[in-house]
């Protein structure tokens, strides 16, 4: 029988709030994080990040292309938007009281995401602030090794969570939820993916594969930003995004990231 997210995801999300979020090493190997720090950030911290951005969103029969902008605060608020003249998408999460978030659809409804959805790094498209985030104390990272991904060899570190002192049905759910795979590559150390899997709001059991490819690094105020991103939903382009000026640093208010 499926888990249902009402009770079984309220415990998970206890389970969370105790977890810290000190840094801890990338697994030494094929890539270590001062790599890949260096290789990101040149050892700058990176507090916000602005992408400002072309988009199109792919689902069944729509299609629609627009503006689009992509914000990233800390590791635990993001906020992505798109719109044209009829037509807008918006996904936001808010972890600063626990694992949170929303999104609209098409029609303007909104929908509170499911806890259960939000294990994975809030920010999936700044790879800064995934790195900043599986590097906390909260994950166990596993260097996979070196693997062919899409024609090309990489460097693979999986993240998880493990919450010792959690009973062990859902220390083991939280480890499978927050499963993230980071893939490397293994000249310049900047990702070239992520991947994780989200799950229908009712179901947390039934795993949906999704994949975030990045291309395009450029190098913002010292900073390398992918200026090509794309998300993949079993496969299938989801979202393709076209990068038009990133801003870093800029001062984000936390009220962008306000749950309704």
Not at 152 to 177: E, F, M, N, W, Y
Not at 199 to 220: G, K, M, N, Q
């Amino acid at each position: 029988m499926p888990l249902r997210w009402g009770y079984f995801s309220l415990l998970i999300l206890l389970a969370l709030s105790s977890l810290a979020y000190a840094q801890t090493p990338i697994p030494t190997g094929k890539v270590t994080a001062a790599a890949v720090q260096l290789a990101l950030t040149g050892g700058a911290i990176v507090s916000d990040i602005t992408l400002s951005a072309t988009a199109t969103w792919i689902a069944g029969s729509t299609n629609q292309t627009g503006s689009a902008q992509l914000i990233s605060k800390g590791t635990g608020e993001a906020l992505f938007q798109l719109a044209n003249s009829s037509f807008s998408v918006s996904e936001l999460r808010n972890d600063s009281d626990g694992p949170g978030g929303q999104s609209s659809d098409s029609t303007g409804a909104m929908h509170i995401l499911p806890p259960h959805n939000c294990w994975m790094p809030a920010a999936w498209f700044s790879p800064a602030a995934v790195i900043q985030v599986i590097s906390g104390s909260a994950f166990t990272l596993t260097d996979v090794g070196q693997e062919l991904h899409e024609g090309a060899v990489v460097d693979h570190v999986q993240a998880q969570i493990t919450s010792s002192g959690q009973r062990p049905r859902v220390a083991a759910v939280i480890q499978k939820l927050s499963t993230t795979d980071v893939f490397f590559d293994p000249e310049s150390h900047l990702p070239v993916a992520i991947a994780f899997n989200t799950h229908p709001a009712d179901d947390l059991t039934r795993d949906i594969p999704v994949e975030v490819r990045f291309s395009d690094y450029r190098t913002v105020n010292g900073i390398k930003v992918p200026f090509h991103i794309q998300r993949f939903l079993s496969g299938t382009l989801q979202l393709d995004v076209t990068v038009s000026s990133a801003a870093i640093n800029s001062g984000v208010a936390d009220s962008a990231f306000a749950l309704q």
